[in-house]
């Protein structure tokens, strides 16, 4: 009872933005940047209010 048909043979959407964590090293930022520039993807940074319990996205690139 074998299919030759793939059950998830779907295809996978490319990215559009990424977003970093607040707490990333400037050495995988600058990375992370590299790559979303030669793919023109948007990217995205993570920060902490400062008065408030929540992070909020600011676009960086």
Known sequence: ???SAVPF????PNPTKVFLGARISE????LIKDISKKKSMSVYKM???SNE?????MQIL
Do not use: D, N, P
């Not at 050495?27 to 600058?30: L, N, R």
């Open 1 to 3: 009872m074998e299919s």
């Open 9 to 12: 043979a779907k295809g996978v």
């Open 27 to 30: 050495e995988h930022e600058i």
């Open 47 to 49: 920060k902490m209010k």
């Open 53 to 57: 319990f929540k992070l909020v996205s």
